[in-house]
């Protein structure tokens, strides 16, 4: 692979990246382990074909919707960072240092979990490997840093090929449960299936159902973390974004229902791994092996991934004066090298510490959920405010879109707040801890004047 033009560090990040990256950092960054997870929660929430079909359709509907307002932000303002950028510009620099820090502690956090994962499963393929190997998990961590340290095509470049793998991987299987799968076994268990709710417990069912799947679709905006390196981003973002959501949800939907075709909604319903059923019923006895090794793999990718996001926060962030100035350094190949650096550093921590930050994890989760409805308000805040903004993509349906998204944004927040009184308190308390570091870099700008 050749090497990458030569900027300065004054020049910033390069505008090397092209629809085939975008495509495949939306594809690869949603289609993860929660296609293989929940299945089996949607099924015991929900086990009727039509009533689960349904959830899978209505939050890829909501992915679309959110798609299209990140087009219009990551076109308007093509910055890195994604939801730190549009918090900034639209709600001033605290909301955007809140938005930023906890993106950032989200996704260190959640690289530290998948190298945990990835140990647990190199343990369950080869025993010798030990299942709490703290020193191997580091390897890890500073190996995939490597390679994000080398440049932005060879860090995309990984992600571009372990995507299309990770694609035909999906793709056989859809194949192969289409071919064998008949559904022959289903009458037989259709006795056997749990009863459908009604009423208000059918309404409460199919909100925790369809908030199981919006996590599925999360990562539609991954892209625009990047629009500071796409080439031609006023068409080539909208392309890729919206390319990969519709990808996603083919896919998504191919396997809801190869899965019904090879297996009784009883089977499916409260399974942990629903898919892996469906696989196991065509490799037999090595679906297992198989099972395992894939999902090491798309660990791995969520891993090469994590890093590119993190680092791309803490960029953007510091060139804000909201980080360590030397944050926004960058080499050769076009990485944020120190912004890595910092960001592999965090997740060192959280490895070392893994058995206390459980909370700290379920604390970011609804910051995630907190940055949808940022993303949604800002758009409506930039249109009124900053009216004359270029905008080579514009939402479509504005407002009646947006506001839908809006709507779903902040009801899906409801019902994680509701369902985690608790774990509210300590996202207030993050909130709390954040300000005087806020103001500690506001005032670090001030005098430095960087």
Request: with cysteine; aromatic share 12%; proline share 5%.
């Amino acid at each position: 692979m050749s090497s990458d033009p030569s900027p300065s560090s004054s020049q910033g990040l390069l505008r090397v990246l092209g629809l085939v990256t975008g495509l495949a950092v939306t594809f690869g960054g949603i289609v993860s382990l929660g296609i293989l997870r929940a299945p089996g929660e949607i099924a015991e929430q929900l086990p009727d074909p039509w009533w689960y079909m349904s959830v899978w359709i209505i939050a890829g509907l909501f992915a679309l919707l959110g798609t299209a307002s990140a087009a219009e932000m990551a076109t308007s303002l093509p910055r890195a960072g994604a939801y730190y950028a549009y918090a900034h510009r639209a709600f001033g620099p605290f909301v955007g240092f809140v938005s930023g820090w906890t993106d950032w502690l989200n996704w260190c956090g959640a690289t530290a979990v998948t190298i945990i994962v990835i140990i647990e499963y190199l343990h369950l393929l080869t025993p010798a490997v030990s299942s709490e190997n703290i020193p191997l998990a580091a390897a890890i961590a500073v190996a995939f840093a490597l390679v994000q340290w080398r440049g932005v095509r060879w860090g995309s470049g990984v992600h571009n090929v372990t995507s299309i793998i990770k694609s035909l991987i999906f793709a056989a299987l859809i194949i192969t449960c289409f071919i064998i799968g008949g559904g022959a076994a289903m009458p037989e268990a259709a006795a056997e299936t749990p009863q459908m709710p009604g009423g208000w417990t059918l309404i409460m069912a199919f909100v925790v159902a369809l908030r199981g799947v919006i996590y599925a679709y999360d990562g539609w905006v991954f892209t625009a973390y990047f629009s500071e390196e796409m080439k031609d981003p006023g068409r080539m973002i909208p392309r890729a974004m919206f390319g990969g959501v519709w990808i996603v949800i083919t896919v998504y939907l191919l396997i809801n229902i190869a899965v019904l075709r090879m297996l009784p909604m009883s089977e499916i319903a409260g399974a942990e791994l629903a898919v892996g059923k469906a696989i196991e019923s065509v490799f037999g006895a090595m679906a297992e092996t198989f099972i395992t090794a894939m999902l090491t793999g798309f660990m791995l990718i969520g891993l090469n991934l994590g890093y590119m996001l993190a680092s791309r926060v803490v960029y953007a962030m510091s060139c804000d004066g909201l980080f360590f100035a030397n944050c926004k350094t960058v080499n050769k190949g076009g990485t944020p090298t120190i912004a890595l650096a910092a960001s592999v550093a965090a997740t060192l921590v959280f490895l070392f510490f893994s058995s206390t930050f459980a909370k700290l994890m379920e604390v970011l989760a609804i910051f995630t959920v907190v940055n949808y409805v940022i993303l949604f308000l800002a758009v409506f805040t930039m249109r009124r405010r900053e009216p004359d903004l270029p905008r080579p993509y514009k939402a479509w349906g504005h407002p009646w879109s947006t506001g839908i998204a809006l709507i779903g944004g902040i009801a899906f927040l409801v019902g994680t707040i509701i369902s985690g009184t608790t774990t509210v308190i300590y996202a207030l308390v993050l909130v709390a801890v954040s300000s005087p570091v806020y103001v500690l870099f506001r005032r670090v700008k001030r005098r430095t004047g960087k």
